[in-house]
């Protein structure tokens, strides 16, 4: 049973790599009609960080070496004596996207929002093996025990939150509490790009970017004006023009596009575990998400055994960005009535 299931896996997956593929071709060819081939080189240079990731309101930044030699970027703010939480990005993220939570957190908490590795100014490892969840993972642990914990609060959206339910997996007594924002759990993840046609045709993208060299070309185009549209609510902007620099200088940092791309091609045909949690964790989901689709949701008190969810009805994907008020309303309130 289980070869028959692994084989459905490894077929949908090929099978959908080039129907990924070629539905990103096209779209790449009408970009070229339309722009001219020239907006795929066109970049502005960015070799200073804009003002607003300077600002001293949000923390300080600062770096930490792991075990295997990698330098991670993170930014601190709070006071050192409270509890840890530690906010992990998704992609294609980078710590910034967490303002509204470390402004929120850090009158709480000793808040830390990190770049994980191959992303903003953390170093990038040349191997995709280097980006697989438990390694970064491990690069979790590392940070955690340097700032003198045993263990933190966890806050992770998209890929960080994967990393957060690997993390929480491997190492519970690391883990205080969980909180997910619109990140599957890996083992519901895996069946449901087995049963489920919509999930397939929602992480076509995902599949695209399991090929080589394409993918980062794609995310160049235009000077990165995926990050002008990936940061647009339902109805605003929920980043100023400013703002929208500093992703862009986080993300053309060298080795970025690729960086944060292997988290896809080291993972996604790796989920085939049983992720179970027996840490108190919390799951943040924004309903109108077109990437990840709600069924995410079922099953999960099969795997989690102190597990509350929470659906914002008016958020998509980067719900804590759409909706940040609301989103940093329900933390407070699940970690003040699960402080023990």
């Known amino acids: 049973m289980e070869m028959l299931k692994s084989a459905k896996f490894f077929l949908i997956y090929f099978s ?127 940070l955690v025990r340097v700032l003198g914990y045993t263990s933190c609060i966890l ?17 519970p007594e690391m883990t205080h509490r969980v909180i997910i924002l619109n990140a599957p759990n890996p083992t519901i993840f895996h069946d449901a790009i087995l049963s489920s046609w919509q999930q397939r045709k929602n992480s076509l993208y995902m599949f695209f970017f399991q090929i080589p060299w394409l993918p980062e070309v794609f995310m160049k185009w235009n000077d990165y004006a995926m990050l002008d549209k990936s940061t647009k609510g339902e109805d605003t902007l929920f980043f100023t023009r400013e703002e929208i620099e500093g992703l862009k200088y986080s993300m053309s940092r060298p080795g970025t596009r690729t960086g944060s791309l292997n988290y896809y091609r080291a993972n996604i045909s790796a989920m085939n575990f049983l992720c179970t949690v027996t840490r108190p964790t919390l799951i943040i989901w924004g309903m109108k998400d077109k990437y990840l689709s709600p069924i995410l949701l079922n099953g999960l008190e099969k795997l989690v055994s102190d597990l509350k969810i929470s659906k914002v009805e008016d958020a998509a994907h980067w719900v804590h960005q759409n909706q940040s008020r609301k989103v940093n309303q329900l933390i407070l309130q699940y970690l003040q009535t699960h402080h023990q």
Not at 19 to 42: C, E
Not at 128 to 137: G, L, N, P, Q
Not at 155 to 171: E, M, P, R, S, T
């Open 155 to 171: 806050v992770g959206h998209d890929w960080g939150g994967i990393i957060c339910w690997y993390f929480a997996h491997l190492f």
């Open 16 to 142: 959908h790599i080039v129907m990924g593929t070629i539905l990103f071709i096209v779209m790449m060819s009408r970009l070229v009609i339309k722009h001219g081939a020239k907006s795929f080189t066109r970049e502005k240079i960015r070799d200073k960080r804009p003002a607003c990731l300077e600002d001293p309101k949000i923390g300080k930044h600062k770096f930490v070496k792991t075990n295997d030699g990698v330098n991670l970027h993170y930014v601190e703010s709070g006071d050192s004596t409270k509890p840890l939480m530690l906010l992990v990005h998704g992609f294609p993220d980078c710590w910034y996207t967490w303002r509204e939570q470390i402004l929120t957190f850090q009158k709480y908490y000793r808040v830390v929002a990190m770049d994980t590795r191959g992303c903003g100014e953390s170093d990038k490892p040349p191997k995709t093996s280097d980006y697989r969840a438990e390694k970064v993972a491990g690069d979790l642990k590392t």
